[in-house]
């Protein structure tokens, strides 16, 4: 089984992140650039899932050079291969212009299936599955805390507010995960020093036969028009036991979905 | 030109060790050194991250990687927990280790592969209560071999005799786990009264008759780690379990020693870097006469401080095992930099520990935990005098 994980550097989510006040674009320079976190579950079921079917991981990345560690610490995991999509024309680009990217990519690497996380902690938009998916011409099934592969028949447990939605599709297909899905693993000191033996094939704008038109922030179909810093947090809610606290406090907690 | 710039793999090992330091083992660890119970679960992990074979070659299930390697997951560990930091340390750099360097191939093939799979644990039997830095003077402990020519083991065939180990040793680390593999025992084995005593090295497995394994001592610190007495009595094992050749267990130990002090000056500059993390956090968010802690001097100079003796302690551990895995002699600058980490490990964490007040006298507060931790080591393998008496032999001072 051919499985391909889209990864996404993103800023460290430890560190405080900002917008640039120049473009509204993402100050990733002044941090350090992880994996996204919901990525790494994504590969891990990608591993989970090509060591029980005798299947292949690679990893396709967008992003400047710096992409490239977040790269090394996916094989390091045990991914076999990597795309990395470099291309300066590409900076700026937003989810739309992304996807046409990756998909183009994606038709041209043949894949069985393609894991995502759900979404990433930078910019938060949760689309690139559907996205792919629609420019694939293939089912997407999101969401996924369990995944089963039989054949060509994709049986996934799609995470809801009360449970989980059974799923069925088809091979080829788009996934993306939640981080129920599994844990991911670290790689070891063997996985970090065979990372450096792996195939990692560098693709540019050119290589997409895209037009560079198309993309970049000048092209974006979305635009950050104004940002500002968060609100302070707001006074937490008292509640005072006249005999009833429990149930108050459950109230509260139910009308918060955390119960 | 020796050179101590770390490689990326090196790096993205710390990286590695860092964040699982910080996600799996930080969470959890305060509760277990509250009630003085071993770690089995985050052992379990850091043996699935294969820490406990870094410095062992792949062809016994280790890693390939090398002291440096070791070095830095035991910093990266000691900055959150030096507990679990030392169980590593013990298991591969005193347990492992002896087997790896002076185990026949059979010896290697049966005991490293669980040893660096991190499934089971090693430990190595040294001190006793009489004996600290004064061994082998202090040793009692003997192993008397039985054989078809001796008179105890008369009628047994050629290669079919038995060591047979009576004394007690002290401070064992790793030996009454309950996935301890094996004790690797220091006995005198022969020699003259009044002369040199022959010591030898006889590997004891885990549950061997004789050996009676003592409670868990009551530790000033390193609580989650596990550290007992071992009381061999007629403790009896195959004449094959000698490790290296009789008469060469003192001297094979002093081989490995240069390594494990090393190991411990790593862990101890990350004890000392955990107490600048935890006070650079710390003076951020507490307030005091209207300013924050950090905007006062006196807290500033301390962190300074702070900064610069874990600063020149990484450099010596650096410098240490670069010359180490070059093969170059490294007895005076493993010594140094151990004495250079455990200080500045101590003064770190007294200085912390005042930069938090009364918070840092509390267990549930990291530092309290690093307060506890310090101190052992400047003790433990080679106390600080020791490594003093070390330099100044190395250095050549007149006596």
Known sequence: MNIVVCVKQVPDTWAERTLRPEDSRLDRASVDGVINELDEYAIEEGLRLAEAHEGEVTILTMGPDKASESIRKALSMGADKAVHVIDD??????ALQTSAVLAQVLGRIGFDLVILGAESTDARMGVMAA???ERLGVPQVSLASKVEVDGTALRIHRQRDYGYDKVEASLPAVISVVEKINEPRYPSFKGIMAAKKKPVETVTLADTGLDAGQVGLAAAATEVVSFANRPPRQAGTVVKDEGDGGTKAAEFLAGQKFI | MISYALSDEHQELRQTVAAFARDVVRPVIAGYYERGEFPYDVVARMAKLGLFGLPFPAEFGGMDGDLFALGLALEELARVDSSVAITLEAA?????????????????????PDLCSGERLAAFGLTEAGGGSDIPGGMRTTA???TAGSAAGAGRPAGAGEWVIDGTKSFITNSGTAITSLVTV???????????????????????????????????????????????ASCRVPEDHLLGPRGRGYAQFLEILDEGRIA????????AQGCVDECLRYTGERAAFGHRLGHYQAIRFKLADMEARTHSARLAWYDAAARLVAGEPVKRQAAMAKLLASNAAMDNARD??????????????????FYRDAKVLEIGEGTSEVQRMIIARELGVPD
């Open chain 2, 264 to 271: 411990i000056a790593a862990l101890a500059v990350g004890l």
């Open chain 2, 352 to 369: 912390a520990t005042q930069i938090f007040g009364g918070y840092g006298f509390m267990n549930e507060f990291p530092v309290g935990r």
């Open chain 1, 89 to 94: 024309g590409l900076a700026g680009s937003d």
């Open chain 2, 92 to 112: 591969v750099a005193l347990g492992a280790m002896p087997i790896y360097r002076f185990g026949t191939e059979a010896q290697r093939r049966r005991w490293l």
């Open chain 1, 131 to 133: 996205m792919l998916a």
């Open chain 2, 144 to 146: 008397r071999l039985e």
């Open chain 2, 186 to 232: 220091l006995a005198i084995t022969g020699g003259h009264p009044g002369g040199p005593r022959e010591i030898s090295a006889v590997v004891v497995p885990a549950g061997t008759p004789g050996l009676t394994v003592g409670r868990e001592y009551s530790k000033v610190g390193w609580c989650a780690s596990d550290t007992r007495e071992l009381a061999f």
